[in-house]
Nanobody
Framework: QVQLVESGGGLAQAGGSLRLSCKTSRRLFSVNSMGWYRQAPDSERELVAQIRRGGGRNYANSVQGRFTLSGDTSIQTVHLEMNGLKSEDTAIYFC???????????????WGRGTQVTVSS
């Protein structure tokens, strides 16, 4: 079973920066999209930012202009640079990739275990 390995996160002060990274434990046959979601206490999981094969990106309105997603679906590594952090960014951040494990597999979603981001005001 392919796993997503996340790194980064931790504690930051409001206005500070953190960087999250995610890679596959072994190579998937192909990846069509990858990105980050987050879930705050008593809230639903929400999309933060996503990049698709070909390079198209989209961001949640709440992070537009503050967060930058980088990565390449062919390399199967994705990073999230978070600047201008706010207390409302506090959440568990999950990496997600959508793709194919093998050439004849069905397209599947792969999730990381999550990494905590805490922003103190």
């Amino acid at each position: 079973q392919v796993q997503l390995v996340e790194s980064g996160g931790g504690l930051a002060q409001a206005g500070g920066s953190l960087r999250l990274s995610c890679k596959t434990s072994r190579r998937l046959f192909s990846v069509n999209s990858m990105g980050w979601y987050r879930q705050a206490p008593d809230s639903e999981r929400e999309l933060v930012a996503q990049i698709r094969r070909g390079g198209g990106r989209n961001y949640a309105n709440s992070v537009q202009g503050r967060f930058t997603l980088s990565g390449d679906t062919s390399i199967q590594t994705v990073h999230l640079e978070m600047n201008g952090l706010k207390s409302e960014d506090t959440a568990i951040y999950f990496c997600k990739m959508r793709g194919f494990e093998r050439s004849m597999s069905l397209e599947s979603d792969y999730w990381g275990r999550g990494t905590q981001v805490t922003v103190s005001s």
